[in-house]
């Protein structure tokens, strides 16, 4: 029986963070009253001419930068027209036969093999309005409603090859490409608010061949769990009707999270002709290569270069160095508290685990505060066990480590003259134990530990105390 | 219109005085002649009474402070009904100005109302317009021509000093041509289109219509300029009025194609245009014989590139922000009907056949084919002055045709034969009177130069005007 091989190609929307609009100055945030954010350029009122803001250029030159691209000299843009009462001109301002960014790649690892997809395509091009349906979708709602606040907001697609082998590494490959371009900071990369979008195409072919088989694809992919699953939903679908001799159709279909399928949309035939052609009113894009490498200058460590640096430099493993690179908001702190001479592993050790469980909730700690508590717990003014109950007050006061150490007098007690009554007592109050100690039973030693601990409210510094009590029941 | 600014300048005559004799104008001729779709009086009077106070503090904002003006109805004027002659835009009312509009505010001009004009500017006598047809103010019977006729009759029947109009492939020349005045198609991106209600964003000018062509310059005075707006104006150049000596006209060069004086030509069009010739010719001008072969393929061209940037730039009147909106019981229904009810019968036939040639099995046939060859009409124009300084031909191949006369739409684009070659290559034109037929009615000649070349051309204009001896055409009287 012949097995298949699946080829999966993504076309992903990334939302650019420019302050203003595509092609009016409109302010592009998020979250305004409905319609509050609207001109005459983006309501395409008759006679209102689009602008093109260069910051949009600068961000989807960056981008392409960031994905090793060919940043073209010449770039046009185009008029896709179709009707939809989202779109308010009634055309979308895009680039089709001449894209700002092409020929380029994104590296990232699946397990341990570092693999590469290529980024076909770059372009440029304006965001539709919001519908806000009364019902389920446009076809049964007794109305709609439209908000244009998101109309006009700059986007890139970032097409890519069909050279993805398999849905898991589809999602990586989107989680990475999700991490750069938060690394870059050309966009917040939020699927939940629709900043960042991803459609899917897969086909199958049968192993070996160099054909590529009938494709489609998939829409409404919210979330990078959403883009895993339909595509395994729609690879097990695809191979079954062609193991029982059918053909795939060329269709789009749409994810149902709920259900876990892919329904179809539309066939090939009733895809919409755009009409496409050159926008008169925009003038061709003619990049200066001098204002290009500016742009490059600006670009910062990329993930993969500082998954790198952290392994190699730090010697840290993958896990931790994939935690510092993924959550680069840690792997910032990471760097801050480097620089004053931790150990790395430590901080790394600190920073994964209570810390970031605590940030989560309440968000990141100045690193002079988090400095100040390695520090002491470095010089054994407290203990590890202290300086947990510190790290809580850290993040619910502003008082300094050393000052909360103060005010609640917990300095570690090392001090052998004070602590050898103390385990005098414990082990005259256990006279039991310590002869079952004495006849082998070696574990209790922690238990007289603990116990000095105890009386000592945790103050007591270890080690001074497993030297005295090694030494009493030495004796 | 010099004399007008210097009876202001002294207070012999107010702004006020002027407004109320120009629309007294608009009432006794509106009746008949329907160059107006929207008049504005209460308006025109509030800026003109505004000026008159400005002009006692001896503050004008120009020397043109107070002269009333007409739009053409498809340049947004704020607060103002814009309609562009549709049923769609019947109570559409801009909530800008076009750049031109402010301009014009920003000099003291006082805006009387708003001009007829084809549907969307989407032909050439205005008998396409929602608002009923404009009659030439030389004979009732016929057209003003188009698309800016409305803005062409009023200047000439004495309604409205001058006013502006706009020009896709030849709507300001050919209907100035048919009433008897001045009107100037600008080079492409000297005058801003901000505002400006696309019909074919490529091609599309505003430019200026008066009785003489030195208030014709004045006009265009106040709108040429680079507009931050606009991405498509050119960078920054300053249009100055130029000086009215006649040495520039020895030794002028001036190119004379003839392929714009064969076939379809009227008799009597071409009489006056070479006697106009050869008037310049007997004052030191050199004719140079040439060849623009190319101009055979111009209309074809225009009106494959003029439909298919129409369909798409028209393509917002659906009914769901603005404009008129039918009901109907899903989106695509409420579309289809709010244009099916909005359109007339030319835009739709314009808007079907610019999808036609923008359809993927169409498009390199028809749109991509159109824009070689709008290149290679670019470069025959372009090649020709560098022989020549200027190139002299008839604005239109007739005189003012009768109302109903074309009853085919393509009998009907033939009317832009010989203008539509300065939009395809973006350069200025300017049409000036140059007589009259033998029933009297005016005939334009067209004199083409090289970008930004106005000022040339304007001064050949008015040497045309003043020396040549070539009657103007304005019926109306002159205050």
Redesign the interface.
């Given at each position: 029986m012949t097995s298949y091989d699946t080829v999966i190609g993504l076309e992903i929307h990334v939302a650019l963070l420019t302050q203003s609009k595509f092609l009016c100055s409109c302010s592009a945030s998020f979250g305004a009253p409905p319609n509050s954010q609207c001109c005459p350029i983006c309501l395409g009122l008759p006679g209102a001419l689009p602008l093109i803001n260069e910051k949009a250029v600068e961000y989807a030159t960056k981008a392409g930068l960031a994905l090793n691209c060919q940043i073209n000299h010449f770039s046009r843009f185009d008029r896709k027209n179709y009707f939809y009462p989202d779109l308010p001109k009634a055309y979308q301002i895009t680039q089709d036969a001449f894209p700002l960014c092409t020929k380029g790649f994104l590296e990232y690892y699946v397990d341990d093999r570092l693999v590469q997809t290529e980024i076909t395509r770059i372009h440029l091009e304006e965001e539709a309005g919001k519908l806000i349906h009364s019902g389920a979708s446009i076809v049964d709602s007794e109305y709609s409603l439209v908000d244009y606040n998101r109309a006009g907001i700059p986007l890139i697609e970032i097409v890519t090859a069909p050279d993805i082998h398999h849905p898991r590494q589809a999602r990586l490959f989107l989680e990475q490409l999700r991490l750069l371009m938060s690394y870059i900071g050309v966009s917040d990369t939020k699927m939940e608010e629709g900043s960042l979008r991803c459609d899917a195409n897969i086909s199958l072919k049968p192993n070996g061949s160099s054909v590529l088989g009938t494709k489609v694809e998939i829409k409404n992919l919210n979330s990078f769990r959403a883009l895993e699953r339909a595509l395994e939903y729609e690879e097990m679908r695809q191979s079954q009707v062609l193991y029982r001799g059918g053909t795939i159709r060329q269709e789009s279909r749409t994810w149902d999270d709920r259900a876990g399928k892919t329904m179809s949309m539309r066939s090939k035939g009733d895809a919409p002709d755009y009409r496409i052609f050159p926008e008169p009113d925009v003038p061709p894009l003619y990049l200066d290569p001098v204002w290009v490498e500016l742009i490059r200058a600006t670009i910062p460590e990329l993930p993969l270069e500082r998954l790198r640096r952290l392994e190699g430099q730090y010697g840290l493993s993958r896990y931790e160095a994939t935690f510092l690179v993924n959550y680069p908001d840690f792997g910032e702190l990471f760097f801050a508290l480097v620089s004053q001479h931790f150990g790395y592993k430590s901080i790394v050790n600190f920073l994964m685990g209570d810390y970031a469980r605590l940030a989560r909730e309440k968000g990141h700690l100045n690193p002079k505060r988090i400095a100040g508590l390695l520090k002491i717990v470095d010089e054994g003014v407290i203990s590890q066990t202290q300086g947990k109950g510190v790290l809580d007050d850290l993040f619910s006061s502003d008082l300094s480590a050393r000052e909360i150490v103060e005010e609640k007098g917990l300095e570690v007690v090392g001090d052998p003259g004070r602590l050898r009554p103390i385990a005098r007592e414990v082990l005259a109050a256990n006279r039991e134990l310590v002869s079952r100690f004495q006849n082998g039973e070696t574990k209790l030693f922690g238990f007289f530990v603990g116990q000095v601990m105890r009386v000592t409210q945790g103050k007591a510094d270890p080690g001074v105390v497993n030297e005295l009590l090694r030494d009493e029941l030495g004796k | 219109m010099k004399k007008l600014a210097h009876l202001l300048e002294t207070r012999q005559v107010s702004s006020k005085e002027i407004v109320e004799h120009y629309l007294g104008e608009i009432t006794r001729q509106e009746p008949t002649l329907n160059a107006f779709i929207t008049v504005d009086g209460d308006e025109a009077l509030r800026q003109a009474e505004a000026s008159d106070k400005r002009r006692a503090e001896h503050r004008p904002l120009s020397l043109w402070d107070g002269i009333p003006i007409a739009i053409k109805d498809n340049?947004?004027t704020q607060g103002l009904k814009?309609t562009?002659a549709s049923r769609f835009?019947a109570n559409?009312r801009?909530?800008?100005d076009?750049t031109v509009v402010s301009s014009l505010k920003n000099a003291g001009l006082p805006i009387i109302g708003k001009t007829n004009l084809d549907e969307f500017a989407m032909g050439s006598s205005t008998e396409y317009s929602a608002y009923g047809v404009t009659r030439n103010p030389h004979d009732q019977a016929r057209v003003s021509g188009g698309s800016s006729g409305g803005s062409a009759a009023a200047v000439a029947a004495g309604e409205i000093p001058w006013s502006l109009g706009t020009d896709t492939g030849g709507s300001i020349r050919q209907p100035a041509s048919f009433c008897g005045v001045v009107g100037l198609k600008p080079t492409y991106g000297w005058v801003s289109?901000?505002?400006?209600?696309?019909l074919?964003?490529?091609l599309d000018q505003v430019g200026p219509l008066a009785t003489t062509v030195e208030d014709a310059a004045t006009l265009f005075s106040l709108l040429a300029g680079p507009d931050?707006?606009?991405?498509?104006s050119a960078a920054a150049r300053v249009f100055e009025v130029p000086t009215w000596d006649g040495e520039f006209i020895k030794g002028l060069k001036i190119g004379v194609p003839e392929e714009f004086f064969s076939k379809g030509l009227h008799p009597e069009v071409e009489q006056a245009v070479r006697k106009g010739l050869g008037a310049l010719e007997e004052q030191g001008a050199i004719l140079i014989p040439i060849s623009l072969s190319t101009n055979d393929y111009a209309i074809d061209t225009y009106l494959t590139l003029v439909t298919?940037?129409a369909?798409?730039s028209l393509?917002?009147y659906?009914g769901?922000?603005?404009g008129e909106r039918a009901l109907a019981l899903?989106?695509?229904t409420m579309?289809a009907k709010s244009r099916a009810e909005g359109f007339g019968p030319e835009v739709k036939r314009r808007i079907m056949l610019g999808?036609y040639v923008?359809?993927?099995s169409h498009?390199e046939a028809y749109?991509e084919q159109a824009q070689r060859v709008r290149t290679l009409i670019k470069q025959d124009v372009l090649e020709a002055f560098k022989q020549v300084d200027v190139i002299i031909t008839p604005t239109t191949p007739t005189a003012a045709f009768r109302i109903g006369a074309k009853q085919s739409p393509l009998e009907m684009y033939l009317s832009d034969l010989f203008t539509a070659m300065a939009n395809l290559s973006g350069i200025p034109a300017l049409s000036v009177p140059c007589g009259k037929d033998s029933r009297g009615l005016p005939l334009g000649m067209q004199v083409m130069g090289n970008h930004f070349s106005e000022s040339l051309l304007f001064r050949l204009g008015h040497f045309v005007e003043k020396t040549v001896g070539i009657e103007g055409g304005a019926v109306g009287d002159k205050l």
């Open positions: - | 340049i947004s814009t562009c835009l559409y801009p909530l800008f076009a289109r901000y505002g400006v209600v696309a074919a964003p490529s931050p707006k606009d991405a498509t298919a940037e369909s798409s393509a917002r659906d769901v922000r603005y899903d989106s695509n579309f999808t923008l359809s993927a498009y749109y």
